[in-house]
């Protein structure tokens, strides 16, 4: 279970099954659940694929909507075709792509376009003092504003992997796999305290745009509203089906949100940031 | 958060106006589109008026209150072309 959504996973791949034991080891689960959302399998495919050249494919309530990938990306491809599946099916809210985060019952999001730092600042601010939400789909409730949590492991990729290690020694890894169209990448084990408090929404109340910039000085300025409505128009998954009800979450989102751009170099001058964010939300907004 | 006159009332669109611009949800082609202030107050005067210049030009003028009438026949037609370009309006018949 994450989140709300319950997934039912089969997969008879030692590595997958290792995978999940480490990466959702604090994640309540069922044996043969009555109920699931998904019901999803990561499996060798039914041709010579299976022997040669070997390869993984990932089902979803029986269909497959992916070409397969190299057998060795298997457990990586199960987060991947969760991912999707959330994303495609989950309309009950607006799925946004961007990181979320709660402190105080206030969430920050943090979209930002591939290799921007994202994934690797959520994961330093979850490893602090910040409930990790999710570090990929942002779920929107259109009805109560608020941002409901998955805590699912989150993706890293290559020189991250390593300055994430070495942020936090004690975090707990999958398998990392290479080769892959984004290049060495592997998860990190949500923290437990994410988890124990998944079923928690919390209340938007900044949206920043994140910017890794080598050698840059921690920068934090205001951003237009009317510009940040249209990059989440343009980046939430299922904005367009939603119509009238996407367009006013969204609307409401920004306007009760303060926006920024955040340029950083060090993670520590982030965690610094954030840091004071948070301690500025007993501040009226202008 | 401010409801320009446009919203009020009518079908086709769902807006949200800012300080640095406004968005539009254009419910005909279900398109969402950023507009700048001065933009949406020429769709606004042509959204309300007879469609006539003289209200898109007086749109403009309240934004550059110091140009001559060939500069806000200019700008009032560039204002145009972005919305006809957004579909908000339609095309204008070319000479």
Same mark, same amino acid.
């Given at each position: ?50 022997? #040669? ?20 990306? *298997? ?48 994961? *330093? ?11 990929? %789909? ?70 920043? $745009? ?26 939430? $998954? ?7 009800? *996407? ?14 751009? $955040? ?24 | 958060?401010?409801?320009?006159? %446009? ?32 933009? #949406? ?55």
């Amino acid at each position: 279970m994450t989140g709300e959504l319950v997934s039912r996973i089969r997969s008879r791949l030692p590595d997958v099954a290792k995978s999940i034991h480490t990466l959702y080891q604090n994640h309540p689960y069922q044996v043969d659940p009555d109920f699931a959302d998904f019901h999803v399998e990561v499996r060798p495919p039914r041709n010579l694929r299976r022997w #040669f050249r070997r390869q993984a494919e990932f089902l979803v309530d029986g269909e497959r909507p992916f070409e397969p990938l190299p057998r060795e990306q *298997a457990p990586a491809f199960l987060e991947w075709g969760l991912n999707w599946s959330i994303a495609a099916s989950c309309h009950q809210w607006l799925t946004i792509h961007a990181a979320s985060l709660e402190r105080d019952g206030l969430a920050v999001i943090l979209p930002a376009p591939p290799g921007s730092g994202k994934s690797t600042l959520c994961a *330093a601010l979850a490893l602090r003092n910040w409930r990790l939400l999710s570090d990929e %789909l942002t779920l929107l409730d259109p009805g109560t504003g608020c941002v409901h949590a998955l805590a699912r492991p989150i993706n890293l990729k290559n020189a991250s992997i390593d300055l994430i290690r070495k942020f936090d020694p004690a975090s707990a890894w999958g398998p990392e796999v290479y080769d892959t169209a984004k290049g060495r990448v592997t998860h990190l084990q949500p923290p437990a305290d994410s988890v124990s408090r998944m079923r928690e929404p919390a209340r938007p109340r900044w949206i920043v $745009f994140p910017r890794y910039e080598a050698g840059a000085e921690p920068s934090l300025t205001p951003r237009g509203k009317a510009g940040t409505f249209l990059h989440f128009a343009q980046n939430a $998954f299922n904005y367009s089906p939603l119509g009238d009800r *996407a367009f006013n979450a969204t609307g409401d989102l920004v306007e009760q949100c303060e926006c920024y751009d $955040f340029v950083y170099s060090k993670l520590d001058d982030a965690l610094v940031a954030f840091d004071r964010l948070a301690d500025s939300a007993g501040t009226p907004q202008a | 958060m401010v409801f320009g006159g %446009l919203a009020q009332g009518s079908q086709r669109f769902l807006v949200r106006q800012w300080a640095d611009g406004c968005v539009i949800f254009d419910r005909q082609s279900g398109n969402t589109h950023a507009l700048d202030p001065m933009t #949406f107050a020429v769709l606004e005067a042509i959204q309300a008026s007879d469609n006539g210049p003289a209200s898109v030009n007086a749109a403009c003028h309240s934004y550059f209150p110091q140009s001559s009438a060939d500069e806000l026949d200019s700008i009032a037609r560039e204002c145009c072309e972005r919305l006809e370009k957004c579909g908000l309006i339609p095309a204008r018949p070319t000479r």
